[in-house]
């Protein structure tokens, strides 16, 4: 330690900024001191235990997927059609009818003979590397606390979201790319906030893109300079540093400005790596046919992309605001929002196995919660149902062609081994080597952690 006038001892903090302007700068000189874009690994955190995952791709149905036309059949509901049985008396969004079958015809799949609905015979091919989860149950029957429960651990937006939870926890692969990017065409109804860090550093938070249009160029609009070169960039660039130098001396520990450092470093660098990540086109031919032309399709061959080189959280959210939320003609809407989402998901799934990914890379599907099993007015609709759903995971140290919990009869009610968001969150941690109740960070005058004080790790499904 050194002695101080001011403190009687120097931090090490303040040592890097008296001779280096803090780590911001350092990395940002160092950054302009080369023009190379090759991707490049950087230093990690140390995982709390041996890891079985090193990413994640987060297929996230905005709306909310039933669970009953999907992957959990109730052949109930059609004896006891119409019918209102006690078990339908739950807090839903609006007023519900009686029971309302299902028209899906549901087909045993895989080795494991688990059945899925017949609109998913792509995603059924790789039911043997799925861990299905048909008792998820949550805490509100509405989509923005819904919503932020699934994506934040909490019920309002003011926590971190996941992603950001696991770059704080474990860091980047590619120095190049975000480590956390959210695809999503538009907005949700929380909006940003769900892929927000909150009171994490900044630079935990999610790079959003609109995937509406997946040119590279209106994908990221500004990246590059067409005013300058790199050289001249370069120059601009290391006058900022002076400025922020001399900002940061008289400012120990300025977490917003190191952030926006950060940013600065990092579009710097997405000018050379951005251009070819993001460029699908790049793909043969013949395999964006196997993805398929769609908007959910091209966004899923670009999540692989991005995995592939290093980013660590990709979240895809299907479809602007919540496609999924089929409050009237569900049997058509479901259907076709089955369809849509079949083919992209199963080549996904193809082509992480073929290239050897699949093992370290985590992939998650559902919504913020499911749909009740009885009709919502006399408009073919289903109500939202937090009580009891579906969702499953796949790859990353997943034992695949299993299914964890039951639900009751109908499908309104988790019932055997439960299993509450906290209890995802906690196990999604762990297959990525953390231990969820040792991940924190002190704010506010207490430590916060994305599993709040709940949550267990649902062993069954872990391979």
């Known amino acids: 330690m050194i002695n101080t006038s001011r403190h009687g001892i120097l931090t090490r903090r303040e040592i890097l900024q008296k001779v280096g302007s803090g780590f911001g700068m350092m990395s940002l000189a160092g950054m302009l001191s080369t023009l190379d874009a090759a991707p490049k690994k950087i230093p990690q955190q140390t995982p709390h235990f041996a890891p079985k995952a090193k990413r994640v791709i987060f297929l996230f149905m905005s709306g909310g997927p039933s669970q009953v036309d999907t992957f959990d059949p109730k052949p109930a509901l059609k004896k006891y059609e119409g019918q209102r049985p006690a078990a339908a008396n739950i807090r839903t969004a609006s007023k519900t009818m009686g029971l309302l079958p299902s028209p899906v015809k549901f087909i045993n799949s895989g080795k494991s003979g688990i059945p899925v609905s017949e609109h998913l015979p792509n995603i059924a091919k790789h039911v043997d590397d799925m861990a ?64 927000g860090s909150a009171f994490l550093p900044g630079k935990h938070q999610a790079t959003h893109i609109n995937n509406k249009d997946l040119t590279p160029e209106k994908m990221i609009p500004y990246l590059k300079n067409e005013a300058l070169t790199p050289e001249e960039q370069k120059k601009q660039l290391d006058l900022v540093l002076a400025i922020n130098k001399q900002h940061l001396n008289n400012r120990v520990g300025d977490s917003a400005l190191e952030t926006r450092i950060k940013s600065m470093e990092l579009a710097y660098r997405m000018q050379f790596a951005a251009t070819d990540a993001f460029d699908i086109s790049q793909e043969p031919e013949k395999l964006q046919e196997a993805y398929g032309k769609s908007e959910f399709s091209k966004s899923c061959l670009l999540a692989r992309r991005l995995s592939e080189r290093g980013v660590r959280f990709v979240q895809v959210y299907y479809g602007n605001r919540q496609p999924w939320d089929t409050h009237s003609n569900h049997d058509k809407s479901n259907e076709r929002l089955c369809k849509d989402i079949d083919r992209p998901i199963g080549q996904l799934m193809t082509d992480l196995k073929q290239r050897g990914l699949l093992d370290e890379t985590l992939i998650v599907w559902g919504g913020e919660f499911g749909r009740t099993p009885t009709a919502q007015g006399g408009i073919n609709g289903r109500d939202h149902n937090p009580f009891g759903f579906c969702m499953w995971l796949a790859g990353g140290g997943i034992k695949g062609g299993v299914v964890h919990g039951e639900s009751d009869e109908f499908g309104f009610r988790a019932m055997q081994d439960k299993v509450h968001v906290h209890d995802l969150h906690a196990t999604i941690l762990h297959l990525l080597g953390i231990d969820h109740e040792r991940l924190t960070y002190h704010y506010s005058g207490r430590d916060f952690r994305l599993t709040d004080v709940a949550g267990e790790v649902v062993q069954n499904i872990i391979a």
């Open 132 to 195: 299905i989860i048909r008792s998820m149950h949550t805490d509100f029957p509405n989509h923005a606390p819904a919503l932020c429960m699934m994506n934040l651990g909490t019920l309002t937006p003011t926590r971190p979201s996941l992603g950001s939870w696991l770059t704080y926890g474990l860091g980047t692969e590619n120095q190049n790319l975000p480590g956390f990017l959210a695809l999503c065409p538009g907005k949700p109804v929380v909006g940003p906030k769900l892929w």
